[in-house]
């Protein structure tokens, strides 16, 4: 494909993409394809001749969309949105046909800098301490893992990075019940030992009990085990339960350890100063990570990971072959050092188009206006007779079932299976569930980009329908 070749594919590229947005409410929200569908249509073997551009197009429109689950629907109402965003994708565009890989300062200066002045601008717009250092990482899940790493190395003194772990001294690492899954993978792969993750135990709004948290180190330290990280959750993934940050990070604070919290889904909130004190106590913490790719409308990927102790990460991640030295190393942010990539997209684009295009003021319009829709569509589940509400509503996701007093909690838990099976089959809606106290608990998420009354409205109507047949 050459460039002029080019310009004519891109432009009915763009053609297919403004009619996909302009139409997306007409397609089934989660993907109606079976195991095979998609696999079954393609040729066993890569093609050996070039092929035609209208052709690959075509191919895309009827193999791939019908695979495809349409996570910028605003009838998406499952897990947490992967939000995008018509700046963000423009920024995106521009990443991609630059095509830079930003790993030190000299690959590309702008990106670096770039990178350091929006994630000053992001700390500042959501009340974040003025000492934290931020980066991009491409995931919560990889920025858990960074900040586990660096928790490892600073309490040993580096020596697990130089000599592996050594002797008998065991490790423990805290966080609740119900906080996410990465942190459990981080734990494995930073070679503790899944059995080093300690669950402390939960109240009844789903948040971490800091007695019980206190109770267990001391347990451990009684064991001679030494207690190493805390990780706190600042919405958990199944109702968005707040752990009560003040009295964990005093907790560690008075005994050094490690703090990291993960705000994942709800950070994006603090840009609105009323959801502040669920960060009560931020200034102590070691790192935070939210996801400016859940909610904040910048696309997959963009996580934004901030860090008290920069010296400590980098000390953590920095090795410096011949081959990557530059003049500039002493004066510049090589970002390289501080994660596990040396690669790196050109990420800070969409966040720089964002935030210029939406300005603090639209994306604290944005927020707060889906939390708000939230609020009512809890409040008519809540005066249901029908349904019961399974957990405070601290933002945007409802947590709730179908309910029948002369029902057992399992043919609850059964009845609320089959409507979420239907909900999903008839493609209006999408929602996933959880289970909360062991009731199958369906969630629905209302902070799609461009979700409004008229969508959240929809959602209960088809949700009352299937719960009624
Ligand atoms: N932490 C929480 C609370 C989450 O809900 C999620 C994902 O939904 C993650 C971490 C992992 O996020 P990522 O997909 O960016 O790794």
Redesign the pocket.
């Known amino acids: 494909m050459d460039i002029k070749e080019f310009k004519k594919n891109a432009h009915k590229t763009l053609d297919y993409i403004f009619d996909y947005y302009e139409n997306i409410e007409k397609l089934p929200v989660k993907s109606q394809a079976a195991p095979g569908d998609i696999i079954n249509k393609l040729p066993e073997k890569a093609p050996e001749k070039p092929e035609d551009y209208d052709q690959i197009l075509k191919d895309f429109d009827s193999i791939i969309m019908p695979g495809i689950t349409h996570w910028q629907h605003p009838n998406f109402h499952a ?2 949105n992967s939000n995008g965003s018509f700046p963000s994708f423009l920024g995106e565009m521009l990443s991609t046909a630059i095509g830079a890989q930003c790993m030190i300062w000299q690959t590309s200066p702008a990106a670096a800098e770039l990178e350091q002045r929006v994630m000053e601008w992001l700390r500042d717009l959501c009340g974040l301490p003025g000492h934290f250092h931020g980066v991009i990482q491409d ?4 920025a ?1 893992l960074v900040s586990i790493l660096t928790a490892r190395e600073k309490v040993s003194a580096y020596d697990i990075n130089r000599h592996g772990f050594r002797g008998s001294r065991k490790y423990s690492i805290y966080c609740s019940a119900e ?2 899954s ?1 942190i459990d993978k981080a734990v494995r792969i930073a070679g503790f030992g899944a059995d080093s993750l300690k669950k402390v135990s939960t109240d009844e709004n789903f948040a971490m009990i800091p007695s019980e948290l206190n109770r267990m180190i001391e347990e451990d330290i009684d064991n001679d085990v030494q207690p190493l990280a805390v990780i706190a ?1 600042i ?3 199944s109702s968005v339960a707040i752990d009560p940050l003040k009295e964990i990070s005093d907790i560690c604070n008075k005994r050094g350890l490690w703090l990291h919290v ?1 705000g ?2 709800a950070g994006t909130a603090m840009i609105l100063p009323e959801f502040r004190y669920m960060i009560e106590g931020i200034e102590l913490a070691d790192s935070y990570v939210f ?1 400016p ?2 909610w904040m409308f910048t696309n997959f ?1 963009c ?1 934004a990971y901030f860090v008290r102790d920069k010296e400590a990460l980098i000390k953590t991640f920095s090795i410096l072959p011949e081959y990557l030295k530059t003049e500039e190393d002493k004066f510049v942010n090589n970002y390289r050092d501080w994660g596990i990539q040396l690669g790196r997209r050109f990420r800070a684009l969409k966040l720089w188009f964002v935030l210029r295009s939406f300005g603090a003021e639209g994306l604290r319009k944005k927020i707060s206006g889906h939390i708000n829709i939230a609020k009512d569509i809890a409040e008519k589940i809540e005066t249901h007779p029908d349904f019961e509400i399974l957990a405070p509503v601290n933002l945007n996701v409802i947590c709730f079932r179908y309910f029948h007093p002369e029902k057992s909690e399992m043919e609850l838990n059964a009845i609320n299976e089959s409507i979420l099976k239907k909900i999903n089959a008839s493609g209006e809606i999408y929602i996933t569930h959880t289970k909360l106290k062991g009731k199958y608990t369906l969630r629905l998420v209302l902070g799609q980009t461009e979700l409004t009354e008229r969508h959240a409205a929809k959602a209960w109507q088809v949700i009352k329908q299937y719960a009624t047949q």
Do not use: L
């Open positions: 897990y947490f995931s919560a899940s990889t858990t906080a996410h990465s959750a919405g958990t993934t993960d994942a889904h996801n790719h859940k990927d996580s």
